[in-house]
């Protein structure tokens, strides 16, 4: 089994795209990698959680590289799949949302099948290794 960890960008404003972004990484290694990333968190000047454009109010440059450099350090070590993927809401509002079942009438639920579909693409091309 498969679990990811996807954040979006654009969905609080009328952006002309949507994006959705993440990490996809095995069961059986997800729980090590979240240990370790929420260790890395806690390191040095702790964070509850990361986010890039309200994390580091107040941090020097030098604090924000240092944490950076950890949580990094944690990606680096599992090897997670990154995905990522957007559309254009306005295509989305005149395209599919009218041609949509009421209850998938959300982007989120194109934009989903198409990150597991491009992973699973590329997993089976073994374009996506497992961590070492």
């Known amino acids: 089994m498969l679990i990811a960890y996807v954040d979006d960008s654009g969905s609080h404003v009328e952006e002309r795209r949507l994006f959705l972004a993440g990490y996809i990484l095995e069961e059986d290694l997800w729980q090590s990698f979240n240990f ?6 806690k390191e040095c000047k702790s964070l509850a959680s ?6 580091f ?13 950890l949580l990094a350090g ?13 559309l ?3 295509d989305f509002r005149e395209i599919l949302a009218p ?11 194109s934009m989903l099948l198409r990150l597991y579909g491009h992973y699973s693409s590329a997993r089976s091309q073994a374009r996506v290794a497992r961590p070492h």
């Open 36 to 41: 370790d990333w929420l260790t890395a968190l």
């Open 50 to 55: 990361l986010h890039m454009t309200q994390s």
């Open 57 to 69: 109010n107040g941090w020097t440059y030098d604090e924000r590289a240092e944490k950076l450099r």
């Open 74 to 86: 944690v990606i680096n070590k599992y090897r997670p799949a990154s995905v990522e993927v957007s």
């Open 88 to 90: 254009s809401t306005r």
């Open 99 to 109: 041609n949509s079942p009421y209850d998938l009438r959300h982007p989120y639920f």
